[in-house]
């Protein structure tokens, strides 16, 4: 069993910065799947907002390019997300989601239990 914990959100100002982290246990094994942050707003969907694979291929949702950037140390089985010029639609509970893959298919998660981010004016 993989445990994905995530952590770091919290209370910010519009323009503020904060760096969420994603911790796997060491049963993970990194694949082309890759992992992936999610985030989900109050009566929204959940969406993709970025992910990393194995070889550091990395994707962003066009609403958070040029802000957030995601980067790992599979040595310490961690995944970031540094966000930068947070603004209030950034606001969201913000899932870490580690990628395997079942009947060749990379559709399937571990997931973390989410942490709420707050962007306030």
């Known amino acids: 069993q993989v445990q994905v914990k995530d952590s770091g959100g919290g209370s910010v100002q519009a323009g503020g910065s904060l760096k969420l982290t994603c911790v796997l246990s060491?049963?993970?094994?990194?694949?082309?799947?890759?992992v992936d942050w999610y985030r989900q707003a109050p009566g929204k969907e959940r969406e993709l907002v970025s992910s990393i694979s194995i070889d550091d291929t990395v994707e962003y949702a066009d609403s958070v390019k040029g802000r957030f950037t995601i980067s790992q140390d599979r040595a310490k089985y961690t995944i970031y997300l540094q966000m930068k010029s947070l603004k209030i639609e950034d606001t969201a509970v913000y899932f870490c989601?580690?990628?395997?893959?079942?009947?060749?298919?990379?559709?399937?998660?571990?997931w973390g239990q989410g942490t709420q981010v707050t962007v306030s004016s």
């Open positions: 989601a580690a990628g395997y893959s079942r009947d060749n298919k990379c559709d399937s998660h571990y």
């Open positions: 060491s049963t993970y094994h990194f694949t082309t799947c890759g």
